[in-house]
C-alpha cells in the first residue's frame, strides 16, 4: 500500500467523530491540537469527553448515528464499538468524497492517525499503514527519549534566525550553507536532557584525576 505522509490543516474545519469511548478519545484529542472544529455523536460518551462537551471544546450530539449526519463535514472518524457502524460510516464517506477514519478497521479508512512526537512546531509521524500500531507506539517511544526536550525552543529561535539571513543574504549557495549549518546542534540546553544526563552519569562514575585524589585526602 503506497500512502501519501501530509501534515494537514484543519483550524476550524468541521470534523466528526462518530462514537464517544474510550476509542474516540485520543482521536478528538489529535483533532482538537489541531484546533478543528469537532461535533461527536454518540448516546454515552467517556467522563473525559463529556467534560469537553460541557466546557464547550466540542459540540456533543447525544443520540445515535443516522445516514446524512456527515454532510457538510471535512473529516470523519468513526470509533463505535459495532463494526457495521463504521463501514456504513465510512461508505457514506466514500460517496460524498469524505476523508474517514474507521478506528482499527484499516481496510475501512482513507488515512491512518499516526504516532506523534511534539517538540513545538515540530512533529514527527509514524505510521505503519495499521500493520502494528504497537510498533509505531514503540518507535515513537524510542525517538521521544532521543529528541531534545528543548527541540520546539530551538526551532522558534531557528525560524526567527532565518528569517534575518533571508532578509538580509541573497539567494545563493552561501546562504544555504549557512542555514544548514545554523540546523546543526547536538546538545540540548534544558537541565533534564538525555544528553546533559548522559554527561553527568560519565562523570560520576569516571571522575578526573584530580577530582579522584581530592576524595582520597
Not at 471544546?57 to 464499538?81: H, K, M
Request: charged residues 25%; negative net charge.
Amino acid at each position: 500500500m503506497d500512502l501519501f505522509p501530509i501534515f494537514l490543516k484543519l483550524t476550524a474545519r468541521p470534523c466528526l467523530v462518530i462514537g464517544a469511548g474510550n476509542l474516540a478519545e485520543s482521536k478528538i484529542e489529535s483533532l482538537r491540537a489541531a484546533n478543528a472544529k469537532i461535533t461527536v455523536i454518540a448516546p454515552q460518551a467517556s467522563e473525559r469527553i463529556a467534560d469537553m462537551a460541557a466546557s464547550g471544546e466540542i459540540d456533543w450530539l447525544q443520540r445515535e448515528y443516522s445516514p446524512g449526519d456527515i454532510q457538510s463535514c471535512f473529516l470523519v472518524v468513526t470509533a463505535t464499538n459495532i463494526p457495521a457502524v463504521n463501514r456504513a460510516v465510512f461508505l457514506e464517506a466514500q460517496e460524498n468524497n469524505i476523508l474517514c477514519n474507521a478506528v482499527d478497521d484499516p481496510p475501512f479508512c482513507d488515512f491512518y492517525f499516526p504516532s506523534v512526537v511534539r517538540r513545538g512546531d515540530l512533529q514527527i509521524a509514524i505510521s505503519t499503514a495499521g500493520a502494528s500500531p504497537a510498533l509505531a507506539q514503540k518507535l515513537r517511544k524510542e525517538i521521544n527519549a532521543a529528541l531534545p526536550l528543548d527541540t520546539g525552543d530551538w526551532l522558534t529561535d531557528l525560524g526567527n534566525l532565518r528569517r534575518e539571513v533571508v532578509q538580509m543574504e541573497p539567494l545563493n549557495e552561501e546562504r544555504k550553507q549557512l542555514l544548514h549549518q545554523l540546523a546543526t546542534r547536538e546538545v540540548c540546553g534544558y537541565d533534564g536532557c538525555p544528553s546533559r544526563v548522559l554527561a553527568r552519569e560519565h562523570a560520576k562514575t569516571n571522575p578526573l584525576p584530580s577530582e579522584k585524589n581530592e576524595t582520597q585526602q
